[in-house]
């Protein structure tokens, strides 16, 4: 029975840098997840019979969502869908699945590192054939059919139980209900030498992952405590729990500081790893040594060999463009190609496509490569594992080796959360102003060597991306850059990336922050931050 329901348009579901966030009460708004659903169906073409892959973190709200997508997709005449038992599929794995199977496109149910629960934040990604998520033209067009969409199809049957493993039909639809750790855990067995770390952890190296109650903890249970040997319970708060067991899934010495603390401690784990409510995003710490995730990009580029999926070496490296420069003096060792993307993820799908990048990095704690088209939380946990295996050696001495061959771009980002957002578009439109002048121009020691609005020329398919974060260089490879966060849902969040350049090995070991005093001072007196936004002080610094 398939009903067509009348519906009005709301004018507020453009997609964001990674689908559509909203609080869970607005996605609980009379239509409004059905709106969004049928306008991502309707802006595409020839999916009749196909497989749609759905599954989500396991957040608030995920269930009521995933069967409202069932009944719709199979009024809309997809062939079948897979979906993840439970509910379930971390968001790497939801793009290894629609590779795997061939599928046409998933659905993504997640709002990544954002809180979860009934007033907490809700989402809605649509990723294409390749694994990844959608390109701006498809992203584009679903925002302009949510403005003028007034009716949706939906099929009038019972809920399909999402709990059992097995093939159900849903009018002429097949739903396929898969284990949603199996195909991943495989995946990563055969990228990397599970013998070496199994020996590694065998060999009394301790290892703990703290789930943060979000997707990962059955899929880190799977790989870590069964294939890779380690003890019962190295996997902490490994159970997904809809509000996230109240924790905040977001992996960085903020969130994840009581883990960062428990590596550090003399008696703690040898290494720590901590991943976000999707899946997606990682932070790795060894004993007295956190990993920036800039760093992270740079150091599995340089020892990309030690892991057997990439034995052969990369093609090149992909980096978004508020990420350090550490990557491009890899790369530029290795001789191989180094681009720089405007921030989401989004934007490796056609490097990776077209096999100029093979691993990509993000600042924001994301790291990957073209084994799917996400990011990979436990991929790079796995992949630091793999190396420190390899190589024997602690995070702490890889790291360090690494700043003495290559030189250390010391890096941190300040977040000004909730900012009012005339205030954080003012402050924006002011820079923006100024670029021109800025050049030449000296604070302190430091001298403007360039300034701009980051503008993208994507290799691949000619396309533009302009405004994308500003940028003001010094010389000697400082810099800072300023931009308005994506991903938020309530009022604007202004993020200023700081970084400098050391190739001094015996200035290694100064503590970050006062290492980019200067530049962070710099930054405030150029962009008015205190001023315009009322803050004395970031919401979190990383
Ligand atoms: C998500 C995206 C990333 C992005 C990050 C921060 O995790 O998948 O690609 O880097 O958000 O984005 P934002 O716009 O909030 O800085
Ligand atoms: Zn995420």
Same mark, same amino acid.
Request: proline share 5%; with cysteine.
């Given at each position: 029975?398939?009903?067509?329901?009348?519906?009005?348009?709301?004018? #507020?579901?453009?997609?964001?840098?990674?689908?559509?966030?909203?609080?869970?009460?607005?996605?609980?708004?009379?239509?409004?997840?059905?709106?969004?659903?049928?306008?991502?169906?309707?802006?595409?073409?020839?999916?009749?019979?196909?497989?749609?892959?759905?599954?989500?973190?396991?957040?608030?709200?995920?269930?009521?969502?995933?069967?409202?997508?069932?009944?719709?997709?199979?009024?809309?005449?997809?062939?079948?869908?897979?979906?993840?038992?439970?509910?379930?599929?971390?968001?790497?794995?939801?793009?290894?699945?629609?590779?795997?199977?061939?599928?046409?496109?998933?659905?993504?149910?997640? &709002?990544?590192?954002?809180?979860?629960?009934?007033?907490? #934040?809700?989402?809605?990604?649509?990723?294409?054939?390749?694994?990844?998520?959608?390109?701006?033209?498809?992203?584009?067009?679903?925002?302009?059919?949510?403005?003028?969409?007034?009716?949706?199809?939906?099929?009038?049957? &019972?809920?399909?139980?999402?709990?059992?493993?097995?093939?159900?039909?849903?009018?002429?639809?097949?739903?396929?209900?898969? $284990?949603? +750790?199996?195909?991943?855990?495989?995946?990563?067995?055969?990228?990397?030498?599970?013998?070496?770390?199994? @020996?590694?952890?065998?060999?009394?190296?301790?290892?703990?992952?703290?789930?943060?109650?979000? +997707?990962?903890?059955?899929?880190?249970?799977?790989?870590?405590?069964?294939?890779?040997?380690?003890?019962?319970?190295? +996997?902490?708060?490994?159970?997904?729990?809809?509000?996230?067991?109240?924790?905040?899934? $977001?992996?960085?010495?903020?969130?994840?500081?009581?883990?960062?603390?428990?590596?550090?401690?003399?008696?703690? /784990?040898?290494?720590?790893?901590?991943?976000?409510?999707?899946?997606?995003?990682?932070?790795?710490?060894?004993?007295?040594?956190?990993?920036?995730?800039?760093?992270?990009?740079?150091?599995?580029?340089? @020892?990309? !060999?030690?892991?057997?999926?990439?034995?052969?070496?990369?093609?090149? %490296?992909?980096?978004?463009?508020?990420?350090?420069?550490?990557? $491009?003096?890899?790369?530029?060792?290795?001789? %191989?190609?180094?681009?720089?993307?405007?921030?989401?993820?989004?934007?490796?799908?056609?490097?990776?496509?077209?096999?100029?990048?093979?691993?990509?990095?993000?600042?924001?704690?994301?790291?990957?490569?073209?084994?799917?088209?996400?990011?990979?939380?436990?991929?790079?946990?796995?992949?630091?594992?793999?190396? %420190?295996?390899?190589?024997?050696?602690?995070?702490?001495?890889?790291?360090?080796?690494?700043?003495?061959?290559?030189?250390?771009?010391?890096?941190?980002?300040?977040?000004?959360?909730? +900012?009012?957002? #005339?205030?954080?578009?003012?402050?924006?439109?002011?820079?923006?102003?100024?670029?021109?002048?800025? /050049?030449?121009?000296?604070?302190?020691?430091?001298?403007?060597?360039?300034? *701009?609005?980051?503008?993208?020329?994507?290799?691949? #398919?000619?396309?533009?991306?302009?405004?994308?974060?500003?940028?003001?260089?010094?010389?000697?490879?400082?810099?800072?850059?300023?931009?308005?966060?994506?991903?938020? !849902?309530?009022?604007?969040?202004?993020?200023?990336?700081?970084?400098?350049?050391?190739?001094?090995?015996?200035?290694?070991?100064?503590?970050?922050?006062?290492?980019?005093?200067?530049?962070?001072?710099?930054? *405030?007196?150029?962009?008015?931050?205190?001023?315009?936004?009322?803050?004395? &002080?970031?919401?979190?610094?990383?």
């Amino acid at each position: 029975m398939i009903k067509t329901v009348s519906t009005t348009p709301y004018q #507020d579901q453009k997609p964001g840098t990674s689908g559509l966030r909203k609080k869970v009460p607005v996605f609980a708004r009379e239509n409004y997840a059905e709106n969004f659903i049928q306008s991502i169906f309707d802006s595409l073409e020839g999916f009749e019979g196909k497989t749609l892959v759905i599954g989500g973190d396991g957040r608030y709200y995920n269930r009521e969502v995933i069967q409202k997508a069932l009944k719709m997709a199979a009024a809309s005449g997809f062939g079948k869908v897979m979906v993840g038992r439970g509910g379930i599929l971390s968001t790497p794995a939801a793009s290894h699945v629609i590779r795997k199977y061939g599928a046409f496109g998933g659905i993504v149910l997640s &709002a990544s590192h954002n809180p979860g629960g009934p007033t907490e #934040d809700f989402g809605i990604k649509y990723n294409i054939g390749n694994g990844g998520p959608a390109p701006e033209k498809i992203t584009d067009a679903i925002f302009a059919r949510t403005k003028v969409i007034d009716t949706y199809k939906i099929l009038e049957e &019972a809920d399909v139980d999402l709990d059992t493993v097995g093939l159900y039909a849903l009018g002429d639809m097949i739903v396929e209900v898969i $284990d949603p +750790v199996k195909d991943y855990a495989d995946l990563m067995e055969s990228l990397f030498d599970f013998g070496a770390i199994r @020996n590694l952890i065998g060999s009394g190296f301790r290892v703990v992952i703290d789930s943060m109650s979000a +997707v990962t903890g059955p899929y880190a249970v799977e790989i870590l405590e069964k294939r890779l040997g380690a003890p019962a319970g190295s +996997v902490r708060n490994e159970v997904p729990l809809p509000e996230f067991g109240h924790h905040h899934p $977001d992996p960085n010495l903020v969130h994840a500081k009581e883990l960062y603390d428990d590596v550090m401690s003399p008696q703690g /784990p040898d290494f720590g790893a901590a991943s976000d409510g999707d899946g997606d995003r990682n932070m790795v710490v060894g004993k007295g040594m956190f990993v920036t995730p800039s760093d992270s990009l740079a150091i599995i580029a340089a @020892n990309a !060999t030690c892991a057997p999926g990439y034995v052969d070496g990369i093609a090149g %490296i992909a980096r978004s463009m508020p990420t350090s420069g550490a990557a $491009d003096r890899v790369a530029e060792k290795l001789g %191989i190609g180094m681009y720089e993307t405007p921030t989401g993820w989004k934007f490796f799908g056609n490097l990776l496509d077209a096999g100029k990048a093979t691993v990509c990095g993000e600042e924001s704690f994301g790291t990957g490569s073209n084994h799917v088209r996400e990011k990979d939380g436990l991929w790079a946990v796995l992949f630091w594992l793999n190396i %420190i295996a390899a190589k024997k050696k602690s995070v702490k001495d890889i790291v360090e080796a690494h700043w003495a061959e290559y030189g250390r771009n010391y890096y941190s980002r300040h977040d000004y959360e909730e +900012v009012d957002t #005339d205030a954080a578009n003012g402050l924006v439109a002011a820079l923006r102003e100024k670029l021109s002048s800025l /050049p030449g121009q000296s604070f302190g020691a430091l001298k403007v060597e360039a300034a *701009d609005d980051f503008a993208y020329n994507d290799p691949v #398919d000619g396309s533009v991306s302009k405004n994308q974060g500003i940028r003001v260089l010094f010389e000697g490879g400082s810099r800072v850059v300023f931009r308005l966060s994506g991903t938020g !849902t309530s009022g604007a969040t202004l993020r200023l990336y700081v970084e400098r350049y050391e190739p001094d090995a015996s200035r290694h070991d100064i503590e970050t922050q006062a290492a980019l005093a200067d530049l962070i001072a710099v930054a *405030d007196e150029i962009a008015e931050i205190k001023k315009r936004t009322g803050r004395d &002080a970031p919401t979190v610094i990383t």
